[in-house]
Every structure is written in structure tokens, then in C-alpha cells.
């Protein structure tokens, strides 16, 4: 069985790890087709637009959809590419390798993000001038779905710990509706769980991320709670993610396009390969998944490194090191 | 001239650390006349109501409030109260202070965060069953007071930089009118600062909180990142804060009621009395504020310290020491 791949490297250091996780990717005794799809700020400059037409079709007709980063147009990239592969899941486990300088090192937390509502819905008004609204949406559906995802996700990963984040005591009608629907998941399933408000739950991640382990989260909750535990770990560039919908995903890091280093071929393929893991994992090969990730925790712990991890490995002498491992 | 200070202690540690900062206090030579008050838990358990009408008379009379905690009914009591002294800033400091475990220990930051609007304002609705709605509220003048309150702040307490966090990338309306206009206000005072998302601000303030100095948020994300913030700096035992109104003006520990602990005497006041000299900076007694901080900051080197801190001492130890110290 062939899987068709779509492949947006994007913008800046996204053409140079995306790459990377397809060469690794092509090592596997897996029948791939990557099917190649341009998208980006150089894309909007070339043609007009972020994210051309042929570029959504042809991440709507893969069975998955590798995305490297995108600069200035992010979010014109993203949103809709979650949107079209059907994304309600965003997976963003954050783990601390040994070895590695990680601010706190017994870090192994995922946080199963929502990802179609809140203040992502894009419902934003001007009232009159200088006042202006937006409309933060959550359905119970939604909430229902993240929260049998991350119980299930907990399950099926061994993690015992499961907290619910919200802000209930201020929104307490939006995220009231999360909190309760999250909880009745957990009590149907018979599932132990806490419940944290966000603000107090930033605070204990920074000092006892190891009392944690699966947080699910509203949309936004978890865009600064992951981001606040790739500090943890010593920075965006060790972070995967997967965006899960019902018939499609896409699998992006959580850095971005990094122009600082863009061009010079030293961007941490980790995050990229580590994406890959995840497609893999959800392409129901979970012994390549497995296979990868001992790869590149191997070179994380012992081989070549890019100068983000205090190394001087170029981005393509640690994918080399990582397909050695193989 | 005498100033009238309303005495909100509240629920749990409340109860203990509140008292401590008036004894602080009543070592001043300045004319205070305490009012006490009740709001919280008990006293909705006893009358109903967490923030009697008696109490918002009291607070709403006074020349400040000092606040403790309240427990479940925290919202009910804070918001109100936030808004009764018409506070617009809440002004959160986190600083690592030397001899205690930080995890990291060259924090020097300030939150000016936003505290009328944003997630705040208080406007839910069930659209249908299971779909709910918060209108998130962005004003230009409530953004401009924000960042003019921001900028003077750094500049009189020589803070040199300052960053402006949003997510205008997702909320282009809303935070696009926050960012806006606090660069606008910047660029009319010839201020330097920088921008940042708050995701990837969450990210680098656990990396490298030496980097930042004032931060200017929206409500919601100065909630956060404030807790973020405590994480670095050993926990919000330490963290005073003050909401800031045109005329009036209300002091807290950023710390609850911490029920954990409560009734045993050992609760740390660090955070109350900071809370109490940040009052003291506001009534325009600099010096006094200034002797306040430098007593508890020794205290906090080499004097008796609470269990939270790795002590055994009691709250009233502490507290006496402070005041010895003074
Ligand atoms: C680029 C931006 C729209 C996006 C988000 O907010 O989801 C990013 O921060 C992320 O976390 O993937
Ligand atoms: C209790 C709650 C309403 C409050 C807030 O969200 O502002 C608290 O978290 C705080 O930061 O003071």
C-alpha cells in the first residue's frame, strides 16, 4: 500500500529540516509517495497568495501532509492547512532528552491541544472606532472530542497523569462548558484526572513539570503552555507536533521559520524527524515510529549536534547520524 | 494627614499574612487608619455573599485596600474589587531574590498587565445547547492607558526594555488594535521596545527571563505569564501586585488562600508586605517603601524563613524579623 505524502517545506530553516525527515523517512521499508507543495512567504511573494489552491488540494488528497514552517504568514498557512486536513487534535508532547541542557530535565508532558475553536474561530468585529470584538467559541462536540483524544492518547501512551487546564473562574460559561464536558468524558470513562486553572498550572509546569504527563487544553491554553514547555526542555527546536483530523493529519514542529539561521544549514532537524515519528505512529507504524525516535535520541545523547544544542554539526551531518542509527 | 486604608484579609492564609502586613505597616511613622472588612468564602458561607455591599462601600472609600485571598469565591470577591478601585494596571513584579532557590535566578521582570478588558469583560452567551460564547473586548483607550502606564513605569523604575506582548497573528482585529496602539504610544514618547508573541514569549521568559525587563500584556496573557513568571522565581509566595486605578487603588499578594496550609501559622507574608510597600510607593512614600523592601529582602538572605522558602520558621517569626529589620 502506497501512502501519499504532501511535503511543504515553506519558509527559511523549513527547507532545510523538511528535507531531512523525508530522507529519514525514505530509509524505511515503507512504500512512500511524497508529493512536493509550495507555500510560505517566498510563495505569497511569487504568487500572491500564502497557500495557493493547488497547494490545499493536494494536502486534502494525501493520506497525511509533512509541513516544514512559514514565516511572516504563519497563520495563513497553518490555520488553514489544520482546516483542510480536518485537524481537532493538536499533539505537542514535550519531552526532556537526557543529556541534553534542559532547564527542567524530568520534563515528559503532551499536551493534546484543541484546534478548531476558542479564539481561533477568526470571528473578530469593530463595534466603532477604537472598540473591537472578538468571539471565543466552545462547543460542547469540540470539547467532547479533545477530551475522549487525550484520554485515549493517555491510555494508549502509559501516561497516568491527566489534567484538564481552563479558566472557568472568569469564562465561566465557555470554558464552564469545557471543564464539565472534559470531566463527564473522564467520569464515563472511568478515568482519573485534576483540573488546573491555566494561570496556576504555567506556574507548577516551570517547577514540577514532572507531576504532569497528558494536559488537555482549549485552543489557545495550549498554544502558550506548549511553547512555555519547549522552554523547559531547552527550546522550540526538540518539539513535534501532529495535527489530528478524522481522515488526514499534518505534522509540523513547533519551531518556526528561524530566518536567523536560515540558509546557512544548521537548523535542528530534531523537531522535523520527531514529526515524522508521530506520521509514522499515526500511519500504524508504530515499530518505524519507535525505530526513529530511538535514532534520533541516540544522536541527541551521543552524536553530532547543530550549534542550538552546543554542538557544530551541520543540519545534514546530524540527519546522517540519525540514518546511521537507523 | 491620615490615609485610610480598607483591610480585606479574606479566606486561609489570608487570615495570617494580612495582619502581618499591617504590623509592618504600623512601624512606619505615617498616619494609616486600618478598616476592616470581610469578603471571601466565610463570609458568603454567612451572609450570602462573598463581597458584601458594606465592604465595596469600605474599599470604594478608602485611600487603598489591602487585600489577602479569597478561596472559591475568588473571582467574585477580586474582579469586583478590581473594578470598584477602577483599577486599570495590575502590576505584577517577579524577582528572584538572592540566597533562595530560583530556578532562574537573574528574573527581574514587571507585568503591566491590562485589568479592565480583553476575556475579562464578562460577556458569555449559550447561542444554542452545547454552543457557547465570550465576546473578548479591545479598546483603544484602554490599550493606550495600558501602554503609557507601561512605559512611564519603566522608565521612572529603569527598566530599559520593554516588550508589548499580543497574538495579533490570530486575533488580528483585537490584538492588532492592543499592538497598534501600544507601539503608537511607544513612538510618541520615543521609547524603545520590541514586540512578542505571547507564545513564543512564554518560551523565552523560561529560557532567558534576563532578557526582559517591563511587560506590557493583555489581561488574559498578563494572568499567565505572571504565573509563568512565579515559576522562575520560586513560587508565588514571593509576589506582590498591585491594581492601579485613577484615584483609588487595591494591593494583593499574587498568591490564593493556599488552603493547603492555612490556620497553622506557617504561611510565608513576603508576598502581603511587598504587596503593603507597593501601596507605599503609590501614597508617595518612596523611602518607606524602599526600607519595607530592603527589610523583607534581607530577611529573605539570611533571617528565618517560612517552610515554603526551605525554613521552619512561622509567619509571625518572619514577620518579626521584617520588622526588626526595618
Ligand atoms: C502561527 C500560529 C497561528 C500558530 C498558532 O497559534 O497555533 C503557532 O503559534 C503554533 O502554535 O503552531
Ligand atoms: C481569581 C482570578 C479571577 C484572578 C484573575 O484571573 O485575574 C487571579 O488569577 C489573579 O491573577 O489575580
Same sequence: chains 1, 2.
Avoid at 486534502?60 to 516544514?68: C, E, Q, R
Avoid at 463595534?127 to 466552545?138: A, D, F, K, N, S
Amino acid at each position: 500500500m502506497t501512502h501519499e505524502i504532501a511535503v511543504i517545506p515553506g519558509d527559511g530553516i523549513g527547507q532545510e529540516v523538511t528535507p531531512a525527515a523525508v530522507d529519514v523517512l525514505g530509509e524505511l521499508n515503507i512504500d512512500f509517495e511524497f508529493v512536493h507543495a509550495e507555500a510560505g512567504d517566498e510563495t505569497k511573494a511569487e504568487t500572491g497568495t500564502a497557500l495557493p489552491e493547488e497547494t490545499a488540494e493536494i494536502a486534502a488528497d494525501a493520506d497525511a501532509t509533512l509541513f516544514g514552517a512559514a514565516g511572516e504568514t504563519a497563520a495563513d498557512v497553518i490555520l488553514p492547512l489544520r482546516s483542510i486536513v480536518g485537524s481537532f487534535a493538536n499533539v505537542r508532547p514535550a519531552r526532556a532528552y537526557p543529556g541534553l541542557d534542559a532547564l527542567q530535565p524530568e520534563t515528559d508532558l503532551v499536551f493534546i491541544r484543541e484546534n478548531t475553536e476558542g479564539v481561533y474561530s477568526g470571528i473578530e468585529d469593530e463595534i466603532t472606532e477604537g472598540v473591537r470584538t472578538l468571539t471565543r467559541v466552545i462547543t460542547e462536540d469540540a470539547s467532547e472530542k479533545i477530551a475522549e483524544y487525550g484520554f485515549q492518547y493517555a491510555k494508549r501512551n502509559g501516561y497516568d497523569d491527566v489534567t484538564i487546564a481552563h479558566k472557568a473562574n472568569v469564562m465561566r460559561e465557555t470554558d464552564g462548558l469545557f471543564l464539565d464536558t472534559a470531566e463527564r468524558v473522564a467520569e464515563e470513562r472511568g478515568a482519573e484526572y485534576d483540573t488546573a486553572l491555566m494561570d496556576a498550572l504555567a506556574m507548577h509546569l516551570a517547577m514540577t513539570p514532572e507531576e504532569y504527563g497528558v494536559v488537555i487544553c482549549p485552543n489557545l491554553a495550549g498554544d502558550m503552555l506548549s511553547d512555555l514547555a519547549a522552554g523547559l526542555v531547552g527550546g522550540l527546536g526538540l518539539l513535534p507536533s501532529a495535527n489530528i483530523g478524522e481522515e488526514n493529519a499534518l505534522f509540523e514542529p513547533v519551531h518556526g521559520s528561524a530566518p536567523d539561521i536560515a540558509g546557512e544549514g544548521v537548523a535542528n532537524p530534531s523537531a522535523m524527524i520527531l514529526s515524522a515519528a508521530m506520521m509514522l505512529d499515526h500511519l500504524e507504524y508504530p515499530e518505524e515510529a519507535e525505530t526513529v525516535r530511538a535514532a534520533v535520541e541516540s544522536v541527541l545523547d551521543s552524536g553530532p549536534r547543530t550549534p542550538d544544542l552546543g554542538g557544530s554539526a551541520s543540519t545534514e551531518e546530524m540527519t546522517e547520524a540519525v540514518v546511521d542509527e537507523l
